[in-house]
């Protein structure tokens, strides 16, 4: 294969990159990597790709210019970096799972999972995977509507702290036995509390706000519900996003009314199908722990609401990080 055939992948050594490494070398058939430093990654670096043997390059207008499309998938500083070098017209694709491309004029937002698969991909050379929680949503909420009708939702969404890299999970992982030895507690990413606690905000000096998360999932899913295929139409819910003391994998407690409640059965029926894993009612619910490293989005504890009638609960599961890598390898399959 030759070398301009390649997908250079910006942050190998970020959770995103090292799923996105896991997930090219093990589909079929494989997608050819190029490892880019990115961050405090040292170029020169021998690693693994698979079971092969990989060096992690620098990151510099030569390797990014000798590849067919780059993963961004380190820091936003990197990807920044690699947005100046590639200019306003690359010669390349770019699919930016950092959002630092997200207010560019040629970007567009995509997830494959949730795309018709009739809808060609465009020619655009920015592509801007969606944020993990609102590709879940989307594809649990176009599924139901495509079956039974929606008339309204609410739902509260449960992050982890790896959204915020291998330095959240690391604060969580710190605080939790600085809590335990009665010591202070480290709090450069959340500014507060995380160990043991829920949050519905961070703190002042925290760096990405809670907000600013949730104004990203809602805007990401507005336009995924608006693409046309089955389930188009479905309401935009009412959404909540709390800040959970897990390390990996997002929770979803969703209520959603409908036009006339078809019943649970229903309901698990016209769930089962493609990226949905159904936990019906004989099965344990679905949990962040369990979707770990698991494709898709998981559903159960699905039961009536006892003082509305036409409502429904749902609980859903996802992979944050196997999410957005797996709609990211789909785009990088389309363009190469």
């Known amino acids: 294969m030759s070398l ?16 996105i490494r896991d997930l090219a070398a093990t589909s079929d058939p494989p997608l050819p990597l190029r490892l880019i430093a990115a961050d405090a990654e040292q170029s020169g670096t021998l690693t693994r790709l698979g079971d092969e043997a990989a060096v992690v390059e620098e990151l510099d207008a030569e390797t990014l210019s000798s590849a067919r499309a780059v993963f961004l998938a380190g820091s936003p500083e990197s990807s920044r970096k690699a947005l100046d070098i590639a200019g306003e017209a690359p010669d390349f694709s770019i699919v930016d799972l950092t959002y630092a491309a997200e207010e560019r004029p040629d970007a567009r937002l995509r997830a494959p999972m949730v795309e018709s698969e009739e809808e060609p991909p465009e020619s655009s050379a920015v592509h801007v995977v969606a944020h993990p929680a609102a590709i879940a ?23 982890p702290a790896s959204e915020h890299g291998v330095k959240g999970v690391e604060e969580l ?10 010591k202070s507690l480290p709090q450069a990413i959340f500014d507060a509390q995380i160990g043991f606690t ?35 139409g479905a309401p935009m819910p009412s959404l909540r ?17 409908f036009e006339e409640n078809p019943g649970v059965e ?5 769930l089962a199908f493609g990226a949905i894993d159904l936990r019906s009612g004989e099965l344990d619910p679905p949990n962040n722990v369990g979707q770990a490293g698991q494709n898709g989005i998981s559903v159960g504890a699905i039961a009536p609401d006892r003082n509305e009638p036409e409502a429904c609960w749902f609980w ?9 890598a797996e709609n990211a390898v789909m785009v990088a399959r389309q363009l190469v």
């Open 241 to 257: 996003l709390i800040q959970a003391p897990v390390f990996h994998g997002y929770s979803f407690s969703a209520w959603v009314e």
């Open 4 to 19: 301009n055939s390649t997908i250079a992948l910006v942050g190998s050594e970020s959770l995103l990159g090292r799923e």
């Open 137 to 159: 949503l989307a594809l649990f909420l176009r599924r139901v509507q495509f079956h039974d009708p929606i008339r309204r939702s609410v739902i509260q969404i449960f992050a």
């Open 198 to 232: 829920m949050l519905a905000k961070y703190g002042v000096e925290a760096p990405a706000p809670l907000e600013e998360s949730e104004l990203r999932i809602e805007r990401h899913l507005a336009s995924l519900l608006g693409l046309p295929g089955e389930g188009e």
């Open 173 to 182: 992982q710190q605080q939790t036995v600085s809590l335990l030895s009665f």
């Open 266 to 270: 229903a309901l698990e029926n016209g």
């Open 316 to 324: 859903l599961a996802a992979d944050n990080l196997r999410l957005a």
